[in-house]
């Protein structure tokens, strides 16, 4: 089993900053990719952006980049989410994933274990 806590929301004025981390730890001996998707209320789960399991690949939705940035430190199995430019639309629980292997992808249904998430708030 694998466990995912992600820690560093928090409420931010628009075009203020926020960084996110995800730590991952229990059975993580296989090579592994991480992700991070958000879902404000009332709406679906959407990809932000994701890091392949060696830190030289990423990917991000089109509403993030330029903004937000992923880094992986696989020494500490931890995840970063630097997001800055905040706008009002980027309020949302934010959730790490880990999908196993050596792609990564933004289909949520590919990733194997999530965290239970953070709440980002940006204020207008």
């Known amino acids: 089993q694998v466990q995912l806590v992600e820690s560093g929301g928090g409420l931010v004025q628009a075009g203020g900053s926020l960084r996110l981390s995800c730590v991952a730890s229990g059975r993580t001996f296989s090579t592994y990719g991480l992700g991070w998707f958000r879902q404000a209320p009332g709406k679906e789960r959407d990809f932000v952006g994701a890091?392949?399991?060696?830190?030289?690949?990423?990917y991000y939705a089109d509403a993030v980049k330029g903004r937000f940035t992923i880094s992986r430190d696989s020494g500490s199995n931890t995840m970063y989410l630097q997001m800055n430019d905040l706008k009002p639309e980027d309020t949302a629980v934010y959730y790490c994933?880990?999908?196993?292997?050596?792609?990564?992808?933004?289909?949520?249904?590919?990733?194997?274990?999530w965290g239970q998430g953070t709440q980002v708030t940006v204020s207008s």
């Open positions: 890091v392949n399991y060696n830190g030289e690949t990423t």
């Open positions: 994933a880990l999908v196993y292997g050596r792609v990564i992808t933004g289909r949520s249904n590919s990733y194997n274990f």
